[in-house]
């Protein structure tokens, strides 16, 4: 998947993003929010952006039509978006425009939505300026990954669920959808017809700052009603994903519907729920259910933000990708990147790959040549060894219900891991 560009920013640049969203979010009588783009230049690339999108279009259409299974999958994405009311139709070539392309990205993996089309605000026009460098990333607002999977390991009743298209819950104001304009069409018989997104948009620059924002925006203002519900949206969640969880089952459950009201308040819809306890799992729906996890197998494993969680034995565990390794200096590089630990379990491990690529680098090898010899074969026997980290599983919850907690680390300097 291609990553949106981030552009740097200052703290200056945060506290404008901040005030010009608080000066102009509202909220609906459905409860609601409708946002501006935080702009911090005025997009003045807008009427050079459509022949790009034709284009790209084109060039979708291609792809598309030798892989029937994507584009159906495409087509009925689009129609989504339509029915749902995130897109609609509007006349063509209308002024102050600036069209989007966009491309699909397939997550096999993914237990509900297989393919996703994905708005790529980062093309830049014959201005050489995209629409996305002309947003605010803004600030950040949630913790750090590592800290919410640490707070969520106190708790001996857990739980998780995301946010159903969360972005897509947040409306854009009207006089802003003009510069969220796709070119689409069903059939390449018909003529090319114009969309706006109407909602906040996945690929835009300022989109996770919107989504994040209001929903806090949405505890603030829910505070007084929903206290425990207003704290955790506030604390334990990272972008749509929810770690929390209590003492007992009696508080997980008056926490879990509490959340569920509120984020209902705002037009919010949390499903994919998961917990390591059967009784609490029992009052949730099973269209609201994780799907990997619904039947509440002792194999079966839940993705808790790219860590593997096993809800009955409530362990953590960790995944592999298996395939061919690479003996590339690119293909290690890239192999050594996915392996996902947030909280340094495997750094035993991941330093061994680690030292490999420094001494890789002092052979000044290509990014697409073969390695040497040597370090070719300790390369092969990393990637055969690493598949063992299967086997190791670690308690999710600590054991421990005081209120107070103190962490205690010991480390020594090492003339190779620097």
């Not at 994780?290 to 409530?314: A, C, N, R, T, Y």
């Not at 909280?343 to 490999?356: D, E, Q, R």
Request: with cysteine; hydrophobic share 35%; aromatic share 8%.
């Amino acid at each position: 998947m291609e990553e949106v560009e981030v552009p740097s920013r200052s703290k200056e640049e945060d506290i404008q993003c901040e005030k010009h969203y608080m000066a102009t979010t509202t909220r609906g009588r459905d409860g609601r929010y409708t946002v501006r783009i935080p702009f911090k230049e005025a997009p003045t690339m807008v009427n050079s952006s459509r022949s790009l999108a034709v284009a790209r279009l084109h060039q979708l259409e291609k792809k598309l039509e030798k892989e029937h299974r994507v584009r159906e999958q495409y087509k009925a994405f689009l129609q989504e978006y339509i029915d749902l009311g995130h897109m609609k139709l509007v006349p063509p070539k209308g002024e102050g425009r600036y069209y989007i392309p966009h491309q699909p990205v397939i997550k096999e993996a993914s237990a509900t939505t297989k393919l996703r089309v994905v708005f790529d605000a980062s093309a830049t026009t014959r201005s050489r300026k995209s629409l996305n460098q002309t947003m605010h990333v803004g600030p950040r607002l949630q913790e750090e990954l590592a800290d919410i999977l640490v707070r969520w390991r106190k708790h001996p009743v857990a739980f998780t669920a995301d946010i159903q298209k969360m972005y897509r819950q947040i409306n854009i104001h009207e006089d802003d959808q003009p510069l969220q304009t796709i070119l689409w069409r069903f059939n390449q018989h018909q003529p090319i017809q114009e969309y706006q997104l109407t909602t906040v948009t996945y690929g835009t620059t300022a989109a996770p700052y919107l989504a994040t924002r209001t929903l806090q925006q949405l505890a603030k203002d829910e505070e007084k009603e929903y206290p425990n519900a207003s704290r955790v949206a506030l604390t334990d969640f990272y972008v749509d994903d929810v770690l929390t969880g209590a003492q007992t089952i009696e508080e997980a459950n008056q926490l879990q519907q509490e959340l569920t009201a509120m984020l209902d308040k705002g037009g919010f819809k949390l499903h994919k729920w998961s917990t390591n306890k059967l009784q609490m799992l029992q009052s949730i729906p099973d269209e609201l259910r994780d799907p990997s996890v619904s039947q509440f197998k002792d194999e079966e494993m839940k993705k808790s933000l790219g860590i593997l969680w096993i809800p009955h034995q409530d362990v953590f565990t960790f995944k592999i990708e298996e395939g061919n390794p690479a003996t590339t200096k690119r293909g290690i590089l890239s192999a050594v990147a996915k392996i996902f630990d947030p909280l340094g379990w495997l750094a035993p491990v991941t330093i061994m790959a680690k030292l490999l690529i420094q001494r890789l680098w002092l052979t000044n090898a290509s990014w697409d040549e073969n390695i040497p010899g040597s370090l070719r074969m300790e390369w092969l026997k990393f990637t055969s060894d690493i598949g063992s980290v299967e086997e190791i599983q670690i308690p999710r919850w600590i054991h421990n219900k005081n209120e107070t907690l103190e962490i205690h680390g010991f480390c020594d300097a090492s003339e190779k891991a620097y």
